[in-house]
Nanobody
Framework: QVQLVESGGGLVQPGGSLRLSCAAS????????MAWYRQAPGKQRELVAA???????NYADSVKGRFTISTDNAKNTVYLQMNSLKPEDTAVYYC???????????????WGQGTQVTVSS
């Protein structure tokens, strides 16, 4: 019922920037929160940034001051602006959405397919 499609990943040099996008589509009554996670090879998936429907945000300490999460609520789209990228940011980035498909439905978590971000000179 709900699909998340990510885009914007790629190869960038240290100090460069990328902007990731994730559009949620399908039967969505409301989107309570959206987030970006990342997973590097051999490592645990970790929260990078999250934003609630009320606009509250939180970030991993490692990206504070460099990354910015934002949404276009009308389009059910979340963005992650990544500046001053470091090699340590290299990972597969996954979009996550906390949604209700009906007024009184349960809250469901949906994941995007992931997009590769590689920071290397």
């Amino acid at each position: 019922q709900v699909q998340l499609v990510e885009s914007g990943g790629g190869l960038v040099q240290p100090g460069g920037s990328l902007r990731l996008s994730c559009a949620a589509s399908g039967s969505i009554f409301s989107t309570n929160a959206m987030a970006w996670y990342r997973q590097a090879p051999g490592k645990q998936r970790e929260l990078v940034a999250a934003i609630t429907s009320g606009g509250s945000t939180n970030y991993a300490d490692s990206v504070k001051g460099r990354f910015t999460i934002s949404t276009d609520n009308a389009k059910n789209t979340v963005y992650l602006q990544m500046n001053s990228l470091k090699p340590e940011d290299t990972a597969v980035y996954y979009c996550n959405a906390n949604v209700k498909v009906r007024r009184y439905s349960a809250t469901y978590l949906y994941w995007g397919q992931g997009t590769q971000v590689t920071v290397s000179s």
